[in-house]
């Protein structure tokens, strides 16, 4: 029996939707009956061949994540599938027991959106960046998925004053209408100026999603003993860095990837951000797509849809 799924065959290639032979179970590996399946950046930057951490074999199935049915019946959500096994399918294989149970009443369109975007926007705040009441944060790009989480996020963990950045019209008003006190363009002759005039002085926290150019200017928004954590580069992977605002103020930058959070705190920010989402708390637009429509996605993905994007098999 085969079943459907989106194979990368090429580096630097969109995936190809084609008939395939599907995994099989083992002491190790369990199979998911794949609900919904998300796309993520990180899925392009892996198909590139360049990834930092490795080019995986071709074939491979893509996609880390989804929300899927195991054999046993329990509807959860993964983002461990098993190579060449991926998400983008109608059946994958996962880690055994690495998937996180939905909580009862949960809509797979919403839990998708609070897996690996949802943890990197909750958990480079909480567990990275030790956000605390009261504190001032920036979301420096808070136009896509991830940002916006953000940007509610640091309410819901008790940030004070939340200031956004965004390149488009679109996502300036987006953000500012998820809660945002302020919006900057990313594009301002003096972001250093307009976020710390934004920010009244500064800010205690910044969660980075864009890094390159604009990067050293949003250091000098940063108050004495602030931090700043590195999430992703949609804007570039060099950025300048002035060794003198980076001293003067002991600003400490700081790595993330969602891997790095111990399981325990990653299964607390995924059910949190649930329970905030069921309580009308936590809002994000995910747009669900055919799994044939792959390759378009794939194109949409990496033209910044400004939203969760997600695939279905069914």
Known sequence: MSMRAA?????????TVIDTEPPEASDEAELVEVEIAGLN?????????KFDLGAPPLPYVTGKEAVGLTADGRRIWFDESRHPSGSLAEITAINRNSGIELPDGMPADKA????????????????????????????NGASGAVGQIALQASRLLGAEKVVATARSESGRQKALALGADAVVDTGSDDLSGDLSEATGGGADLVMDGLWGSNTSQVI?????????????????TDAE?????????????????????PREKRVEAFLRMCRHCLAGELEIEVEVLDLEDAADAWARQQASPGHKLALSPR
């Open 241 to 261: 860095i002035l060794a003198g605002p980076l001293r003067g103020g002991l600003i400490d930058i700081r790595g993330f990837r969602n891997f790095w959070a």
């Open 41 to 49: 950046p990180v899925d392009i930057a892996i198909a590139s061949g």
């Open 220 to 236: 000098k928004a940063i108050k004495g003993q602030g931090r700043l954590v590195q999430v992703g580069n949609a804007a570039g």
């Open 7 to 15: 194979v990368i065959t090429a580096y630097g290639e969109p995936p």
């Open 112 to 139: 998708i959106a609070f897996g690996i975007a949802g943890m990197a926007a909750w958990l480079s705040l909480e567990w990275r960046g030790g956000l605390q009441a009261g504190e001032t944060v920036i979301i």
